[in-house]
């Protein structure tokens, strides 16, 4: 049975809904070990909060999952099941290593209630090839729908070790999308699989961690313009998260102005605030964001045709 923190009778307006796995990320490599809270729509309800809106998610995870580290302020929607998805992330200077245990349970188009249906926006965030390929047909406009389809992209071995393969469900999920953001490890670094999408999806954006990030607009003619969008420095601290509170920003918005130019930029600085503190901690408010765009504007770059 589904659980919620909030009665269906009392519901408010869906404002930003999040779809797919909270995670239990291990603090050392030991499974039965110390973690804390993460996931894509984790981050992600974080980030809504600090930049004023209101988040809900969907997820699946075990009943004694510590959901404690989720601030006030989230609706969350828990589907059942006998597992929560965990992970270990290595950082080294060659990149992440990461593993993959105990993935949860599918999330499918069934098990998203009516209530769910209509938001202003609907962030996707798979993390272990969790949400199934009809969950997105299920938005329509004026919806904005968008996804992180790093889960969609991902396998693993006996031993947990996580690689990267292509994404299997992409013919079936990427015309329903309004928005796909990936980073440069989601494509291994390759840029011409980005190209399949472009014919399908209007707006692709590529995060390059510090190097900011990269639109790519589709236009009325079929061609596409891409426009590099420059970052903010960072001292960083913790990386963990980083591409979630990106695309979270970007999509909130781009959900309220329409611009996909200082989305990027307003979700560049989000980001960068966000990696200067562990966890969740550096995260910043609107207010913040705002303030480092005026001290120093940035007036859309120079676009050019793929």
Known sequence: ?????QSLQDKPTIDLLLIGHVTRDLITADQQGPYRLGGTVSFAAVTA?????????LTRAAPDLDLSELPHGVDLRILPSPTTTTFANIYT?????????????????????????????????????EINDDVA???????????????????????????SKPWSTADTIAPHL??????????DFDLQRLEQ?????????????RDGSTIYQRQDNGTVMETKIPPRPANEVDPTGAGDTFATAFVIRLQETGDPIQSARFANI??????????????PTREQVLAYMVEHPFFGGMPNVV
Not at 49 to 57: A, E, Q, V
Not at 100 to 129: M, Q, R, S
Not at 202 to 209: A, D, G
Not at 270 to 283: L, P
């Open 270 to 283: 989000t980001a960068s605030f966000g990696v200067e503190q562990e966890g969740i901690a550096g995260i």
């Open 137 to 163: 047909a299920l938005f329509q406009k004026p919806s904005l729908t968008a996804a992180v389809p790093q889960g969609w992209m991902r396998q693993w071995d006996s031993t947990g070790r996580v690689s």
């Open 93 to 129: 200077p060659e990149g992440r290593i990461q593993y993959c245990y105990t993935p949860a349970l599918p999330i499918t188009a069934a098990d998203i209630p009516a209530d769910l249906h209509h938001p202003k926006a609907v962030l996707l965030g798979p993390l272990a090839n």
């Open 197 to 209: 999408f472009f014919p399908v999806i209007p707006t692709v954006v590529l995060t390059e961690y």
């Open 1 to 5: 049975m589904l659980q919620s923190k």
């Open 49 to 57: 909060l600090r930049l004023g809106r209101k988040p809900t998610i």
């Open 178 to 187: 309004d928005v796909l953001v990936l980073s440069l490890e989601d494509i």
